[in-house]
């Protein structure tokens, strides 16, 4: 019998959503989206990021950095695109709002202008190649183990990696803000939440096979949350295996 998974897709097609030509001048390095599903985040060896509006193809942000944009990954909360950079620098970059307001119409009317606020700390000392960030889990009342030890759900964490560093960042401060009111009746919402050094990950034991090898990160990737309140993070090495 035929495979109908493999018949259900002979009408698809690849169509052009967005041409970077001339936009980037160096090969794109990552892409993500943000997760409002609004925007369309690329980075390339040019040492650009660049943001656009999914509806239209619009180019909105153009970011410039020191060196070569290696990776992005833009998680749901909080919502701020963070990217690698090859001097090691972690680029944290949110898209907040100034809303004007219409006194003309009391209050009624507002203009909503999008603005961008980046910082960055220099994170590695080798190139930043792979980020992720993970999905804690919920509070489970029905938990023995968290119902007798007095466990909380995991916060977020962020992984980099660059060659054979590997650290792990936890998430302080998430969901303060403050707003700056600017001239006439318009403000800006900031938010405080940052990423915090926790921890840096230790190599595994060589084996016979593998003792005179570097330790190079392939990839990383949390596992599913579970409610234990613990955050496992599976790393796979191009000779130490995963």
């Known amino acids: 019998m035929p495979d109908a998974k493999l018949n259900s897709t002979q009408g698809l097609a690849y169509v052009k959503k967005l041409d970077l030509t001339g936009i ?35 180019l909105t942000h153009r970011i410039t950095a020191r060196s070569a944009v290696l990776c992005a990954t833009w998680p749901r909360d909080p919502e701020a695109l963070i990217c690698g950079t090859a001097d090691g620098t972690l680029l944290s970059i949110t898209i907040t709002s100034v809303r004007a307001v219409s006194a003309a119409a009391r209050c009624a009317e507002q203009r909503i202008q999008p603005h961008l606020i980046v910082s960055g700390i220099g994170a590695h000392t080798k190139p930043i190649e792979h980020l992720v960030v993970n999905e804690p889990p919920r509070p489970s009342p029905s938990s023995p183990r968290q119902r007798d030890l007095g466990l909380l759900p995991g916060g977020r964490r962020l992984a980099s990696a660059g060659h054979d560093e590997i650290k792990v960042w936890e998430l302080y401060g998430e969901g303060s803000s403050a707003y700056i009111f600017l001239d006439g009746p318009s403000f800006l919402k900031l938010s405080f939440a940052e990423w915090m050094p926790e921890q840096i990950i230790q190599h595994p034991p060589p084996t016979s096979q593998s003792d005179e090898k570097p330790f190079l990160v392939t990839a990383l990737q949390w596992l599913p949350p579970v409610d234990e309140g613990y955050d496992d993070l599976v790393v796979a090495y191009l000779y130490h295996g995963i």
């Open 24 to 58: 980037h001048q160096k090969r794109i390095t990552g892409v993500a989206i943000s997760p409002d599903g609004r925007y369309i985040a690329t980075c390339s060896e040019d040492c650009s990021v660049t943001l656009w509006l999914v509806s239209t193809g619009e």
